[in-house]
Protein backbone atom coordinates (compact mmCIF):
# COMPACT_ATOMS: atom_id res chain seq x y z
CA UNK A 1 0.00 0.00 0.00
CA UNK A 2 1.32 3.48 -1.05
CA UNK A 3 0.83 6.34 1.32
CA UNK A 4 1.60 9.89 0.20
CA UNK A 5 3.17 12.17 2.36
CA UNK A 6 0.73 14.49 4.52
CA UNK A 7 0.10 17.89 3.06
CA UNK A 8 1.89 19.51 5.66
CA UNK A 9 5.02 18.37 4.64
CA UNK A 10 4.75 17.99 0.50
CA UNK A 11 6.33 21.05 -0.10
CA UNK A 12 9.31 20.69 2.62
CA UNK A 13 10.09 17.41 1.49
CA UNK A 14 9.85 18.45 -2.64
CA UNK A 15 13.45 19.06 -2.60
CA UNK A 16 14.70 15.73 -1.12
CA UNK A 17 17.02 13.99 -2.80
CA UNK A 18 19.25 17.23 -3.66
CA UNK A 19 19.49 17.47 0.25
CA UNK A 20 20.63 13.52 0.84
CA UNK A 21 24.41 13.33 -0.54
CA UNK A 22 25.72 16.52 1.81
CA UNK A 23 24.17 15.26 4.80
CA UNK A 24 25.00 11.32 4.48
CA UNK A 25 27.95 12.02 7.53
CA UNK A 26 25.58 13.26 9.82
CA UNK A 27 23.44 10.02 9.88
CA UNK A 28 24.17 9.22 13.35
CA UNK A 29 23.34 12.39 15.06
CA UNK A 30 20.35 12.63 13.19
CA UNK A 31 19.11 8.80 14.40
CA UNK A 32 20.55 9.27 18.40
CA UNK A 33 18.59 13.15 18.00
CA UNK A 34 15.04 11.63 16.33
CA UNK A 35 14.95 8.38 18.85
CA UNK A 36 16.59 9.63 22.23
CA UNK A 37 13.22 10.57 22.81
CA UNK A 38 11.94 7.40 23.13
CA UNK A 39 14.24 5.82 25.14
CA UNK A 40 14.68 5.70 29.21
CA UNK A 41 17.74 7.74 29.90
CA UNK A 42 20.82 7.14 30.81
CA UNK A 43 19.94 3.58 29.53
CA UNK A 44 22.98 3.90 26.65
CA UNK A 45 25.71 5.24 29.56
CA UNK A 46 28.74 3.48 30.19
CA UNK A 47 29.12 0.84 32.83
CA UNK A 48 30.36 0.99 36.14
CA UNK A 49 32.36 -2.38 35.92
CA UNK A 50 33.38 -4.72 33.11
CA UNK A 51 34.20 -4.32 29.52
CA UNK A 52 32.21 -1.04 28.28
CA UNK A 53 33.47 0.63 32.01
CA UNK A 54 36.12 2.39 30.06
CA UNK A 55 35.71 6.07 27.82
CA UNK A 56 36.24 4.47 24.47
CA UNK A 57 36.26 5.66 20.87
CA UNK A 58 32.89 3.77 20.23
CA UNK A 59 30.92 3.88 23.60
CA UNK A 60 27.93 2.35 23.69
CA UNK A 61 25.48 4.94 22.93
CA UNK A 62 27.59 5.18 19.78
CA UNK A 63 27.76 1.42 19.07
CA UNK A 64 24.02 1.18 19.29
CA UNK A 65 22.86 4.17 17.12
CA UNK A 66 25.53 2.93 14.74
CA UNK A 67 24.66 -0.62 14.86
CA UNK A 68 20.90 0.47 14.21
CA UNK A 69 22.07 2.78 11.41
CA UNK A 70 23.59 -0.58 10.03
CA UNK A 71 20.06 -2.33 10.34
CA UNK A 72 17.94 0.22 9.09
CA UNK A 73 20.22 0.10 5.77
CA UNK A 74 20.92 -3.10 4.33
CA UNK A 75 24.05 -3.85 3.25
CA UNK A 76 25.60 -1.09 4.59
CA UNK A 77 29.12 -1.86 5.54
CA UNK A 78 31.33 -1.36 8.29
CA UNK A 79 32.97 1.93 7.30
CA UNK A 80 30.13 3.76 6.31
CA UNK A 81 29.79 3.86 10.10
CA UNK A 82 32.87 4.40 10.97
CA UNK A 83 33.60 7.61 8.69
CA UNK A 84 30.86 9.62 10.73
CA UNK A 85 33.25 8.90 13.91
CA UNK A 86 36.04 9.96 12.27
CA UNK A 87 34.42 13.12 11.36
CA UNK A 88 32.85 13.62 14.49
CA UNK A 89 36.24 13.16 16.12
CA UNK A 90 38.19 15.72 13.38
CA UNK A 91 35.42 18.39 14.45
CA UNK A 92 35.79 18.37 18.06
CA UNK A 93 40.10 18.38 17.14
CA UNK A 94 40.50 15.10 19.59
CA UNK A 95 42.71 11.70 18.53
CA UNK A 96 42.14 10.40 14.91
CA UNK A 97 40.09 7.48 14.36
CA UNK A 98 41.68 4.24 12.51
CA UNK A 99 39.90 3.28 8.87
CA UNK A 100 39.78 -0.26 9.59
CA UNK A 101 36.53 -1.74 10.75
CA UNK A 102 38.17 -4.14 13.36
CA UNK A 103 37.69 -1.82 16.85
CA UNK A 104 33.92 -0.96 15.30
CA UNK A 105 33.31 -5.12 15.27
CA UNK A 106 34.88 -5.39 18.46
CA UNK A 107 32.73 -2.73 19.83
CA UNK A 108 29.69 -4.07 19.17
CA UNK A 109 30.95 -7.55 20.64
CA UNK A 110 30.96 -5.53 23.82
CA UNK A 111 27.30 -3.96 22.98
CA UNK A 112 25.53 -5.64 26.56
CA UNK A 113 23.20 -7.63 25.59
CA UNK A 114 21.16 -7.25 28.01
CA UNK A 115 19.90 -3.83 27.69
CA UNK A 116 18.60 -4.66 24.22
CA UNK A 117 15.45 -5.98 25.52
CA UNK A 118 15.24 -2.99 28.15
CA UNK A 119 15.29 -0.98 24.80
CA UNK A 120 12.70 -3.13 22.88
CA UNK A 121 9.85 -2.93 25.69
CA UNK A 122 10.48 1.02 26.08
CA UNK A 123 9.52 1.72 22.58
CA UNK A 124 6.90 -1.00 22.74
CA UNK A 125 5.57 1.35 26.11
CA UNK A 126 5.72 4.84 23.93
CA UNK A 127 3.74 2.85 21.09
CA UNK A 128 1.31 1.77 23.10
CA UNK A 129 0.47 5.07 25.30
CA UNK A 130 -2.47 5.90 22.58
CA UNK A 131 -3.19 2.10 21.74
CA UNK A 132 -7.30 1.50 22.02
CA UNK A 133 -8.34 -1.89 23.47
CA UNK A 134 -11.11 -3.89 21.43
CA UNK A 135 -13.98 -4.21 23.34
CA UNK A 136 -12.27 -3.67 26.39
CA UNK A 137 -9.36 -6.34 25.80
CA UNK A 138 -5.68 -6.07 24.61
CA UNK A 139 -5.13 -8.16 21.60
CA UNK A 140 -2.17 -9.49 21.09
CA UNK A 141 -1.42 -11.93 17.75
CA UNK A 142 0.62 -14.83 17.32
CA UNK A 143 2.73 -16.06 14.79
CA UNK A 144 5.56 -17.84 13.40
CA UNK A 145 8.56 -17.57 10.86
CA UNK A 146 11.97 -18.37 10.44
CA UNK A 147 15.50 -16.44 9.25
CA UNK A 148 18.32 -17.38 7.53
CA UNK A 149 22.04 -17.30 8.98
CA UNK A 150 25.34 -17.26 7.54
CA UNK A 151 26.90 -20.63 6.65
CA UNK A 152 29.05 -21.17 9.54
CA UNK A 153 30.25 -24.16 11.79
CA UNK A 154 29.22 -21.72 14.53
CA UNK A 155 25.83 -21.43 13.06
CA UNK A 156 24.77 -24.99 11.73
CA UNK A 157 25.77 -26.30 15.45
CA UNK A 158 23.07 -24.09 16.76
CA UNK A 159 20.62 -24.15 14.35
CA UNK A 160 21.03 -26.29 11.93
CA UNK A 161 19.70 -26.92 8.26
CA UNK A 162 16.08 -28.68 8.06
CA UNK A 163 16.45 -32.49 8.10
CA UNK A 164 14.90 -32.93 4.21
CA UNK A 165 18.10 -31.54 2.94
CA UNK A 166 21.30 -32.93 2.20
CA UNK A 167 24.17 -31.44 4.34
CA UNK A 168 25.43 -28.64 2.87
CA UNK A 169 22.84 -27.68 0.73
CA UNK A 170 21.18 -24.77 2.61
CA UNK A 171 22.13 -22.56 5.36
CA UNK A 172 21.05 -22.76 8.96
CA UNK A 173 17.53 -21.51 9.71
CA UNK A 174 16.46 -19.74 12.71
CA UNK A 175 13.00 -19.75 14.12
CA UNK A 176 11.11 -17.59 15.37
CA UNK A 177 7.05 -17.14 17.17
CA UNK A 178 6.57 -13.49 17.69
CA UNK A 179 3.17 -11.55 19.72
CA UNK A 180 2.45 -8.29 18.24
CA UNK A 181 0.35 -6.06 19.52
CA UNK A 182 -3.18 -5.69 17.56
CA UNK A 183 -3.25 -2.05 18.34
CA UNK A 184 -0.11 -0.36 17.31
CA UNK A 185 1.36 -3.30 15.66
CA UNK A 186 4.52 -3.68 17.58
CA UNK A 187 6.70 -6.62 18.37
CA UNK A 188 5.81 -7.46 21.99
CA UNK A 189 8.07 -10.19 22.61
CA UNK A 190 9.74 -13.37 20.84
CA UNK A 191 10.93 -16.31 21.22
CA UNK A 192 13.55 -18.19 18.91
CA UNK A 193 15.10 -21.84 18.16
CA UNK A 194 16.15 -24.36 15.75
CA UNK A 195 13.98 -25.79 12.99
CA UNK A 196 13.14 -29.09 15.05
CA UNK A 197 11.50 -27.31 17.89
CA UNK A 198 7.28 -26.40 16.95
CA UNK A 199 6.07 -23.86 17.45
CA UNK A 200 3.68 -24.08 20.16
CA UNK A 201 6.92 -25.50 22.43
CA UNK A 202 8.46 -21.53 21.60
CA UNK A 203 5.11 -20.03 22.75
CA UNK A 204 5.09 -21.81 26.03
CA UNK A 205 8.27 -19.35 27.10
CA UNK A 206 5.80 -16.57 26.20
CA UNK A 207 2.69 -17.61 28.22
CA UNK A 208 3.76 -14.99 31.07
CA UNK A 209 2.83 -12.31 29.09
CA UNK A 210 -0.43 -13.15 28.48
CA UNK A 211 -2.44 -11.73 31.56
CA UNK A 212 -5.97 -10.68 32.75
CA UNK A 213 -7.24 -8.85 29.82
CA UNK A 214 -5.73 -9.78 27.01
CA UNK A 215 -7.01 -11.88 24.29
CA UNK A 216 -4.83 -14.22 22.26
CA UNK A 217 -5.60 -14.22 18.30
CA UNK A 218 -3.61 -16.70 16.12
CA UNK A 219 -4.57 -19.08 13.21
CA UNK A 220 -5.33 -23.18 13.77
CA UNK A 221 -1.49 -24.18 13.56
CA UNK A 222 -1.26 -22.66 17.43
CA UNK A 223 -5.12 -24.30 18.41
CA UNK A 224 -4.90 -26.94 21.03
CA UNK A 225 -7.18 -27.91 24.14
CA UNK A 226 -3.68 -27.59 26.25
CA UNK A 227 -3.04 -23.87 25.07
CA UNK A 228 -6.59 -22.81 25.19
CA UNK A 229 -6.30 -24.06 29.30
CA UNK A 230 -3.03 -22.43 29.95
CA UNK A 231 -4.40 -19.31 28.79
CA UNK A 232 -7.56 -19.90 30.71
CA UNK A 233 -5.25 -20.75 33.91
CA UNK A 234 -3.99 -17.24 33.10
CA UNK A 235 -7.44 -15.47 32.92
CA UNK A 236 -6.30 -14.93 29.85
CA UNK A 237 -8.97 -15.55 26.61
CA UNK A 238 -8.16 -17.17 23.09
CA UNK A 239 -9.78 -17.00 19.39
CA UNK A 240 -8.28 -19.41 17.52
CA UNK A 241 -9.14 -21.18 14.09
CA UNK A 242 -9.84 -24.85 14.90
CA UNK A 243 -8.80 -28.26 12.69
CA UNK A 244 -11.55 -29.44 11.21
CA UNK A 245 -12.73 -31.91 13.94
CA UNK A 246 -13.90 -31.67 16.67
CA UNK A 247 -15.59 -28.15 16.11
CA UNK A 248 -16.65 -29.09 12.62
CA UNK A 249 -19.96 -30.34 14.13
CA UNK A 250 -22.46 -27.43 15.23
CA UNK A 251 -25.31 -29.56 16.14
CA UNK A 252 -24.11 -30.25 19.84
CA UNK A 253 -23.88 -27.87 22.16
CA UNK A 254 -25.82 -24.87 23.65
CA UNK A 255 -27.47 -22.49 20.94
CA UNK A 256 -26.58 -19.26 21.29
CA UNK A 257 -27.48 -18.24 17.49
CA UNK A 258 -27.18 -19.03 13.86
CA UNK A 259 -24.15 -20.82 13.94
CA UNK A 260 -22.86 -19.76 17.35
CA UNK A 261 -22.60 -22.43 20.44
CA UNK A 262 -21.19 -23.79 23.37
CA UNK A 263 -19.42 -26.67 23.76
CA UNK A 264 -17.84 -28.71 26.00
CA UNK A 265 -14.06 -29.47 25.42
CA UNK A 266 -12.43 -32.53 27.22
CA UNK A 267 -8.91 -32.74 28.21
CA UNK A 268 -6.70 -35.44 25.76
CA UNK A 269 -4.97 -38.43 27.33
CA UNK A 270 -2.31 -38.68 28.96
CA UNK A 271 -0.46 -40.42 26.48
CA UNK A 272 -1.31 -37.42 24.27
CA UNK A 273 0.67 -34.82 26.10
CA UNK A 274 2.81 -32.71 24.44
CA UNK A 275 6.74 -33.54 25.20
CA UNK A 276 7.44 -30.43 25.89
CA UNK A 277 4.57 -29.57 28.99
CA UNK A 278 5.54 -31.10 31.82
CA UNK A 279 3.77 -33.78 33.93
CA UNK A 280 3.06 -31.13 36.77
CA UNK A 281 2.09 -28.63 34.24
CA UNK A 282 -0.13 -31.40 32.85
CA UNK A 283 -1.72 -32.22 36.00
CA UNK A 284 -2.94 -28.72 36.52
CA UNK A 285 -4.40 -28.32 33.33
CA UNK A 286 -8.66 -28.90 33.91
CA UNK A 287 -10.47 -31.76 32.61
CA UNK A 288 -12.96 -29.69 30.88
CA UNK A 289 -13.13 -26.12 29.33
CA UNK A 290 -16.35 -24.95 27.89
CA UNK A 291 -15.68 -22.79 24.68
CA UNK A 292 -17.28 -21.24 22.12
CA UNK A 293 -17.34 -22.10 18.41
CA UNK A 294 -18.59 -19.70 15.95
CA UNK A 295 -19.21 -20.30 12.23
CA UNK A 296 -19.45 -17.99 9.38
CA UNK A 297 -18.68 -16.66 5.89
CA UNK A 298 -15.50 -14.44 4.69
CA UNK A 299 -16.97 -13.40 1.62
CA UNK A 300 -14.60 -10.96 0.25
CA UNK A 301 -15.00 -9.21 -3.43
CA UNK A 302 -13.91 -10.84 -6.37
CA UNK A 303 -12.66 -14.02 -4.58
CA UNK A 304 -14.82 -16.87 -3.70
CA UNK A 305 -16.56 -17.24 -0.42
CA UNK A 306 -15.16 -19.49 2.46
CA UNK A 307 -16.54 -21.13 5.09
CA UNK A 308 -14.75 -19.98 8.77
CA UNK A 309 -14.57 -21.43 12.13
CA UNK A 310 -13.17 -20.30 15.63
CA UNK A 311 -13.10 -21.30 18.36
CA UNK A 312 -13.01 -18.43 21.35
CA UNK A 313 -12.95 -19.03 25.17
CA UNK A 314 -15.52 -15.39 25.15
CA UNK A 315 -18.22 -17.11 26.24
CA UNK A 316 -20.72 -13.68 26.50
CA UNK A 317 -22.84 -13.55 22.59
CA UNK A 318 -24.25 -10.12 23.84
CA UNK A 319 -20.71 -8.58 24.66
CA UNK A 320 -18.89 -10.21 21.86
CA UNK A 321 -21.14 -10.84 19.06
CA UNK A 322 -19.92 -13.19 16.36
CA UNK A 323 -19.73 -10.86 13.68
CA UNK A 324 -17.14 -8.49 15.16
CA UNK A 325 -15.12 -11.80 16.45
CA UNK A 326 -14.99 -12.93 12.72
CA UNK A 327 -13.84 -9.22 11.90
CA UNK A 328 -11.19 -9.04 14.14
CA UNK A 329 -10.30 -12.79 13.15
CA UNK A 330 -9.64 -11.38 9.78
CA UNK A 331 -7.69 -8.76 10.78
CA UNK A 332 -5.35 -11.36 11.96
CA UNK A 333 -3.72 -11.14 8.43
CA UNK A 334 -2.05 -8.04 9.70
CA UNK A 335 1.07 -10.24 11.26
CA UNK A 336 1.95 -11.40 7.87
CA UNK A 337 2.37 -8.18 6.72
CA UNK A 338 3.93 -7.39 10.08
CA UNK A 339 6.36 -9.80 9.60
CA UNK A 340 6.57 -8.77 5.76
CA UNK A 341 7.78 -5.55 6.87
CA UNK A 342 10.70 -6.82 8.73
CA UNK A 343 12.07 -9.55 6.83
CA UNK A 344 11.31 -8.02 3.46
CA UNK A 345 11.34 -3.81 4.13
CA UNK A 346 13.96 -3.76 6.74
CA UNK A 347 16.14 -6.82 5.11
CA UNK A 348 15.59 -9.32 8.37
CA UNK A 349 15.07 -12.26 5.85
CA UNK A 350 18.91 -12.92 6.13
CA UNK A 351 21.00 -11.71 8.76
CA UNK A 352 24.50 -11.26 8.55
CA UNK A 353 26.23 -12.27 11.68
CA UNK A 354 28.52 -14.90 11.68
CA UNK A 355 28.46 -16.38 15.25
CA UNK A 356 25.07 -17.20 16.95
CA UNK A 357 25.46 -15.03 19.87
CA UNK A 358 26.19 -12.04 17.59
CA UNK A 359 23.31 -13.14 15.22
CA UNK A 360 20.80 -12.48 18.14
CA UNK A 361 21.87 -9.40 18.71
CA UNK A 362 21.40 -8.25 15.21
CA UNK A 363 18.31 -9.78 15.71
CA UNK A 364 17.11 -7.70 18.89
CA UNK A 365 18.26 -4.48 16.38
CA UNK A 366 16.27 -5.20 14.19
CA UNK A 367 13.27 -5.62 16.70
CA UNK A 368 13.96 -2.38 17.94
CA UNK A 369 14.27 -0.48 14.51
CA UNK A 370 10.97 -2.02 14.23
CA UNK A 371 9.16 -0.85 17.23
CA UNK A 372 11.10 2.29 17.55
CA UNK A 373 9.40 3.25 13.67
CA UNK A 374 6.18 1.78 14.29
CA UNK A 375 6.03 4.18 17.74
CA UNK A 376 7.01 7.24 15.08
CA UNK A 377 3.79 5.92 13.09
CA UNK A 378 1.84 6.10 16.37
CA UNK A 379 2.92 9.62 16.63
CA UNK A 380 2.09 10.25 12.73
CA UNK A 381 -1.41 8.95 13.29
CA UNK A 382 -1.97 10.72 16.46
CA UNK A 383 -0.92 14.33 15.15
CA UNK A 384 -2.78 13.97 12.07
CA UNK A 385 -6.24 11.79 13.35
CA UNK A 386 -4.77 9.40 10.65
CA UNK A 387 -5.75 5.52 11.26
CA UNK A 388 -2.36 3.71 11.83
CA UNK A 389 -3.92 1.12 9.37
CA UNK A 390 -3.50 3.90 6.31
CA UNK A 391 0.18 4.57 6.75
CA UNK A 392 2.47 2.68 4.80
CA UNK A 393 5.91 1.03 6.89
CA UNK A 394 8.19 1.43 3.69
CA UNK A 395 8.08 5.04 4.02
CA UNK A 396 9.59 5.45 7.20
CA UNK A 397 11.85 2.83 6.63
CA UNK A 398 13.55 4.92 4.65
CA UNK A 399 13.11 7.72 6.96
CA UNK A 400 16.63 8.91 6.93
CA UNK A 401 16.12 11.31 4.63
CA UNK A 402 13.26 12.86 5.48
CA UNK A 403 15.27 13.24 9.05
CA UNK A 404 18.26 14.94 7.53
CA UNK A 405 15.87 17.58 5.91
CA UNK A 406 14.94 18.02 9.69
CA UNK A 407 18.48 19.15 10.57
CA UNK A 408 19.84 20.72 7.76
CA UNK A 409 21.04 24.45 7.14
CA UNK A 410 17.62 25.23 5.39
CA UNK A 411 14.80 27.54 5.99
CA UNK A 412 12.94 24.58 7.42
CA UNK A 413 11.79 25.52 10.84
CA UNK A 414 14.03 23.45 13.24
CA UNK A 415 11.68 23.91 16.31
CA UNK A 416 8.40 21.94 14.62
CA UNK A 417 8.09 19.00 16.39
CA UNK A 418 5.50 17.89 14.26
CA UNK A 419 8.73 17.35 11.29
CA UNK A 420 9.57 14.00 13.28
CA UNK A 421 6.55 12.21 12.28
CA UNK A 422 7.22 13.29 8.25
CA UNK A 423 8.48 9.98 7.29
CA UNK A 424 4.72 8.16 7.16
CA UNK A 425 4.96 8.45 3.53
CA UNK A 426 6.39 6.41 0.60
CA UNK A 427 9.70 7.20 -0.80
CA UNK A 428 12.62 5.65 -2.32
CA UNK A 429 16.49 6.50 -2.19
CA UNK A 430 18.27 6.52 -5.74
CA UNK A 431 21.21 4.49 -5.88
CA UNK A 432 25.16 6.04 -5.29
CA UNK A 433 27.15 7.36 -7.70
CA UNK A 434 29.70 5.52 -9.26
CA UNK A 435 27.95 2.19 -8.97
CA UNK A 436 28.20 0.29 -11.87
CA UNK A 437 25.26 -2.00 -11.08
CA UNK A 438 23.11 -4.15 -8.63
CA UNK A 439 25.44 -5.97 -5.96
CA UNK A 440 26.63 -9.91 -7.22
CA UNK A 441 24.52 -11.74 -4.51
CA UNK A 442 26.10 -14.81 -3.41
CA UNK A 443 22.74 -16.76 -2.08
CA UNK A 444 19.40 -17.50 -4.53
CA UNK A 445 17.26 -14.33 -5.21
CA UNK A 446 13.58 -14.43 -4.56
CA UNK A 447 11.60 -13.42 -8.31
CA UNK A 448 11.08 -9.73 -6.44
CA UNK A 449 14.46 -9.27 -5.77
CA UNK A 450 15.36 -10.48 -9.43
CA UNK A 451 12.87 -8.69 -11.20
CA UNK A 452 14.00 -5.09 -9.04
CA UNK A 453 17.63 -5.97 -10.50
CA UNK A 454 17.07 -6.61 -14.07
CA UNK A 455 17.83 -4.10 -16.72
CA UNK A 456 15.52 -3.50 -19.24
CA UNK A 457 16.08 -5.38 -22.60
CA UNK A 458 17.48 -2.65 -25.19
CA UNK A 459 15.33 -1.77 -28.12
CA UNK A 460 15.81 -4.14 -31.42
CA UNK A 461 17.35 -1.04 -33.46
CA UNK A 462 20.01 -1.12 -30.66
CA UNK A 463 21.50 -4.90 -30.12
CA UNK A 464 24.29 -5.60 -30.98
CA UNK A 465 23.96 -8.23 -33.99
CA UNK A 466 25.17 -11.78 -33.77
CA UNK A 467 28.45 -12.82 -35.42
CA UNK A 468 27.22 -14.72 -38.64
Known sequence: MNTPFFPAFRVRLSALGARVQPLRQQSLLHLDQLFSPLLPPGILSQADEGPNRRERIYTVRRTFFGFLYQVLNPG???????????????????????????????????????????????????????????????????????????????????????????????????????????????????????????????????????????????????????????????????????????????????????????????????????RYLSKAVWKGIPQELTVRVVRFTLAVPGFRAQSVTLVTTLLDAQAYPAEELARLYARRWRIELWFRDLKTSMGMEVLRCKSPGMAHKELEMFFIAYNLIRALMVEAGTLYDVSLERLSFKGPVDFRAAVQCRHCASPFPKTAEASDCAPAGNHRWRSGAGSSGPPRASRCQTRAQALSTTQPAAPLDERTPAPQ
Open 76 to 274: CPGREVVHPIQALFALQGGRGVDNGTSGWCQARTRLPGDRLPRLRCAAVAHAEKTAQPWRGLRVKVIDGTSTSLPDTAKNQRAYPQPGIQKPGCSFPLLKLVGVFSMATGALLDYAKGNPHQHELNLLQKLLDHFKAGDLALADRGFDSYTLLALLWLRRAHSLFSPAPAPAADLRKGKRLGKNDRLMLWRKPWLWQRP
